[in-house]
């Protein structure tokens, strides 16, 4: 059943704000806090569909609430009640996070309204998460275009956190080592530039590489992304061109191999993610992160 936190230290504004919302949206649940840092707990606890909260509160204010609330619950709407005076914190409280306001003087007429437009975007949310957790296998196949692949990095790191399967931290840390596959896909691999070029003349690469985005066969070449989310996270990045040779990768972790100014991509992927394999022509490396649980299992 859908319910909604209403946050207030006055009894008598929680009730009428209770009150109001449970007979204008029916089967909803209404829970109570009065103050932010218990309603932090029931949040925690319950995980409300919408959370309606007073702006001055002792312990923890509105605003505090609303920063702590995005911060901990991103998915979580929160709807300020103002009272007169209290301009000034609720549009600094909507600059950081708060979905919308309704003044205390309006709730009859506008805060269900209000409310049930947030509930129907939470519910699309939640539906649109559930169908993502679904997925188990996907594949891309992706222009030659590092404008393209950055975009992907981004939605690959907000798809990670959705599903919630590791910290913050390790879906920092897995869409760096993919990006980085990435860029070797781009200019080793499609585009055929060495990473010598780079070492001797950063200018010459990038014209090199830029030139060769609109000459064939370069330009006509594709990176093809494979995940798989099958106990942890395998991601295998293949591109179309002639390959190199794995073995001849120096040891990413010998002395003064992150003083040189490349092979950065190879360190980093080796550092962030358990496992990395190239194939033995050098056009394709496989990324593996273990499931933080399987992990802890094994250990």
Known sequence: MT??????????????????????????????????QEALKVIAEHHPSVVVTDLQ?????????????????????????????????????????????VPKKQLAVDLSAVVSRLLGRAREKSHQKQLL????????????????????VQELR?????????????????????????????????????SKLREQDISSFEKLAQRRCCEKPYCERKVRIHLSFREGLSITISDQGP?????????PFAEGF???PCGRGVLLMRSFMDEVHFNEHGNQVKLIKNSPSLTSVSS
């Open 3 to 36: 319910s909604i936190l209403v946050v207030d230290d006055s009894l008598f504004d929680l009730k009428r704000a209770a009150l109001l919302l449970e007979k204008q949206i029916p089967e909803t649940t209404i829970l109570s806090a009065s103050d932010g």
């Open 258 to 260: 992150a003083e040189r």
């Open 57 to 101: 509160m002792p312990n923890m204010n509105g605003l505090e609430l609303v920063m702590e609330a995005q911060s901990r619950f991103p998915l979580i709407p929160v709807v300020l009640m103002t009272a007169a005076g209290s301009e000034k914190i609720a549009a600094e409280a909507l600059m950081k996070g708060a979905a919308s306001y």
């Open 243 to 251: 390959g190199f040779d794995p073995n001849s990768l120096p040891d």
């Open 158 to 194: 907000e798809a990670l956190e959705c599903r919630e399967m590791f910290s913050e931290n390790d879906c920092f840390r897995i869409t760096t080592a993919v990006d980085e596959a990435l860029s070797n896909a781009y200019y080793h691999g499609n585009l055929e530039v060495s």
């Open 133 to 152: 957790n679904s997925v188990v296998e996907v594949t891309f196949v992706l222009e030659n275009d590092r404008a393209l692949h950055t975009a992907f």
